[in-house]
């Protein structure tokens, strides 16, 4: 089946350092893969998304690339801000029960 | 626009209480889901509905029941809560069931004591 690993964290870094959160999968076929965020006492929101093999997703400052020979998609950030402290999800849709999460990254941002 | 829409957003129950927890969207997507999040667990799913009329078992299902009432309602049951079922419970629509991004409401936190 569907499976995604990344890494649990909490990762703490000094404000405008530079951010790598690590995710690789497992799936048939071929999946979209996406990034959500999920800040304190709120549901999940779509950070961003790549449908096939080396699209790059990027949103806000985030990119990722579909890596379909390592298969991976690695969320980085060149420089980040207090305000992306928050707990971020790895996710893949390739199957008809919608999507399968990783376990989450806590992310933690010190000015 | 609304999205999804969750209630209540906090409940606490006796063990063997019963609730239901509602879900609507108002998105016109024809798939709906439920899923808990638990510390260290992220997120797994309970039930889902790949389009109106069908309903199927996702990776937790025991001790839950499902009902989707329409296209936009679906609507999660508890018929006797356990403190095992302490968590948080997300609901989430999507256009179709794969390879579309899924729209999340903000979540009802249940403790059951």
């Known amino acids: 089946g569907n499976s995604v690993t990344q890494m649990e964290g909490p990762v703490t870094l000094s404000e405008e350092a530079f951010l790598t959160i690590n995710c690789t999968y497992t799936a048939t076929g071929y999946p979209s893969l996406f990034w959500y965020v999920q800040y304190p006492g709120e549901g999940l929101q779509l950070l961003l998304k790549?449908?096939?093999?080396?699209d790059k997703g990027s949103n806000k400052g985030f990119e990722a690339t579909y890596r379909k020979e390592t298969t991976s998609f690695h969320l980085e950030k060149g420089s980040v801000q207090v305000s992306d402290s928050a707990v971020y999800f790895c996710a893949l849709s390739g199957g008809a029960d919608g999507l399968t999460f990783g376990k989450g990254t806590h992310l933690i941002i010190q000015p | 626009n609304a999205g999804v829409t969750q209630t209540p957003k906090f409940q606490v129950l006796k063990t063997g209480q019963s609730m239901t927890l509602q879900c609507a969207q108002d998105?016109?997507?024809?798939?709906m889901y439920w899923y808990r999040q638990d510390p260290g667990m992220g997120l797994r799913l309970i039930y889902y509905s790949a389009s109106e009329g069908t309903t199927d078992k996702g990776e937790v299902p025991n001790g839950y029941n499902v009902s989707r009432l329409n296209k936009r309602e679906f609507s999660l049951r508890l018929e006797s809560a356990a403190p095992s079922q302490t968590s948080v419970y997300f609901c989430a629509s999507s256009e179709w069931h794969s390879n579309t991004e899924a729209f999340f409401g903000q979540g009802t936190r249940l403790t059951v004591v």
């Open positions: 998105m016109n997507h024809n798939s």
């Open positions: 790549a449908t096939k093999a080396d």
